[in-house]
């Protein structure tokens, strides 16, 4: 099976700080990454596809970067609604699937 | 855009028996192949099964393999998830999630594009 690992866990951060998150596959997956981001209570909304297609609706600072084992979710400038939990998913082995533990990314 | 709503949760003892059910609204939820994931407290996302549109194709996690069942009715919009042989560790939220291609070139992505607010299942005694 193909194991996702993310980073960090958690971090702290502003408004208007650059937040990078990363995900690495234990093994090559090509561009088959997906990141969400998930709020307290609310279901779970696709931000990038194929490591760095964003879907329509999605702010432009949120990007996605890599291919191979290791990619990059970045949100260039934080918003106040951006304050929630990120996580990866490889669809390389569709449809098994398999994700990242997840980033909490809370207020400073 | 549509919407999944999951039900059917709650407390069950270890050993027990549980179905999970997921209606889909609002869009052609006999087109599309639908997943089973669920999350444990203070866990990551975990896959748990899929279904294929016409119910031909059905993938399990190892975790669950034997043990949980997935199926659908298409004539009333509906995923279902029988979960036989509860285990304290198959304590989670449970999420239905709508899976969606989008093709590149010669290459077929899959991400999913719609998720329900889950359902809780605790397996305790």
């Known amino acids: 099976d193909i194991q996702m690992t993310q980073s960090p866990s958690s971090l702290s951060a502003s408004v208007g700080d650059r937040v990078t998150i990363t995900c690495r596959a234990s093994?090559?997956?090509?561009?088959?990454l997906n990141w969400y981001q998930q709020k307290p209570g609310e279901a779970p909304k696709v931000l990038i596809y194929?490591?760095?297609s964003l879907l329509s609706g999605v702010p432009s600072r949120f990007s996605g970067s890599g291919s191979g084992t290791d990619f990059t979710l970045t949100i260039s400038s934080l918003q106040p609604e951006d304050f929630a939990t990120y996580f990866c998913?490889?669809?390389?082995?569709?449809?098994?699937?398999?994700f990242g533990g997840g980033t909490k990314v809370e207020i400073k | 855009q549509g919407q999944l709503v999951e039900s059917g949760g709650g407390v069950v003892q270890p050993g027990g028996s549980l179905r999970l059910s997921c209606e889909g609204s609002?869009?052609?939820?006999?087109?599309?192949?639908i997943h089973w994931v669920r999350q444990a407290p203070g866990k990551g996302q975990e896959w748990v099964a899929f279904?294929?549109?016409?119910?031909?194709?059905?993938s399990y996690a190892d975790s669950v393999k034997g043990r949980f069942t997935i199926s659908r009715d298409n004539s009333r919009n509906t995923l279902y998830l029988q979960m036989n042989s509860l285990r304290r560790e198959d304590t989670a939220v449970y999420y239905c999630?709508?899976?969606?291609?989008?093709?590149?070139?010669?290459?077929?992505?899959?991400?999913?594009?719609?998720w329900g607010k889950g359902t809780t299942v605790a397996v305790s005694s």
């Open positions: 279904i294929q549109y016409d119910a031909i194709e059905k």
């Open positions: 999630a709508r899976d969606r291609i989008a093709v590149a070139g010669d290459s077929y992505y899959y991400y999913l594009d719609l």
């Open positions: 194929a490591a760095s």
């Open positions: 998913q490889q669809s390389y082995s569709s449809p098994v699937l398999t």
């Open positions: 609002g869009f052609a939820f006999s087109s599309h192949g």
């Open positions: 093994q090559t997956i090509g561009r088959y």
